[in-house]
């Protein structure tokens, strides 16, 4: 997106006459933005003073646009994010730009899945993220607009608006998808710190996710129980995890990780029961859903139409978070499948060496 | 060549490798489902096409093709 806005308006509409033009042009999701004046965008770039607005983050699909600093300040500033956002963002942005993501065909497929931000480590508390009661829903600004930002750096930046972006019918979750894990709840390791991040590291990582699906289970508190249900809801025909597996996401009710702790279950354990009976027989798979690939295991056999096909390929694939409000509900969050992975980035800190990055 | 519904997809695409002016001939949508005998008309119908645009000067390719409006068809976003 070229910095084209050859006038000031400082007449009494101007919000209205900046978000017409704005609109006119798809340079919004539809809904209203906040103006990038030249004082909120560099004001905006101060929240990351240690690089230059000149700086190049990512080169974003299909239309190759450059992110830099700058542009990325400026959707930042529509979206409504505060500077202090800028470094999450930004991070979400270097996680969707690794290869292994495969952002260039998830900007223009017909799944309909958008980019699930999971932020951990003690920024979370910091921007006020919510990781509990309603995390998915309305509420809270660092969710509502550091999401947004990164759809917007998507459509303005990488070229994604309505008319290139082929998905047969979106969901919600293309405005803005941006949650944080509920350490403090979480019995075990948080998802950064399985990924191999310190604990006290700011992270994100960005899975591109289906909208979700809630799992209810107010009766059963046995973990095996618990898995059966879980295991019904995650292996249903037409989830594309079934076809060609990936990093599916599974947000754990606060509760239900308290069942499965209090049992003694670790959340490899958890991972390698959903794993194991998360599964579907090859004979009802092999002729339905989408094509089988490209990374089917090979321990499904295919002359026997018995063999049982998992959702992942082995059990560290299922992105467990823990997060949410009091009840007995966990989320389910299928995604395109084998071909887009998860990634997990450091979020930048004032005068902190840069990390390289971790990957899944 | 592609089908009307990508058509807008495949220009902005041209458009990030520096290519702004590609020529792009579009056929009905879809091409994957239908039989063979439809997708082989679509191809006899398109083939006059290539050959004009393969036989045809850059110079006048860009000035075609540079810009081009491809408005994907309502059945694809009714408006």
Redo the contacts between chains.
Sequence with gaps: MKPEFPQVVSSGDAFDRVNDYYYERGWTDGLPIVPPTAERVQSMLGGMPWRRADELIATV?????AATMLQIAVNAVMAGCRPQYLPVVVAALQAVSEPEYGLAHRQ?TTHAAAPLIIVNGPVVGRLRINCGRGLFGPGWRANATIGRALRLVLVNIG?AG???D?AQTGHPGKYTYCIAEYEAANPWEPLHVERGFARDQGVVTLVQAEAPHSMTENIQTDPDEIVRTFADSMATLGVNNLYSQGHPVLVLGIEHAGFFAAAGWTKLDLQTALFERARQPWGLVKNRGKSKGPRFPDFVDRNDDNSMVPIIREPRDLVVVVAGGAGGKSMFLPTAGGQTLSVSKPVEEPGESRKSKVER | MISTAFAPLAQIVSQGIGVPYLPILVVPHPVGDPSEAVVRKRGEDIAAECARVLTTPAETLVREFANKPFPLPHAVMPR
């Design positions: 699909p299909p239309k190759m646009g223009t070229g309505p008319s290139v082929a």
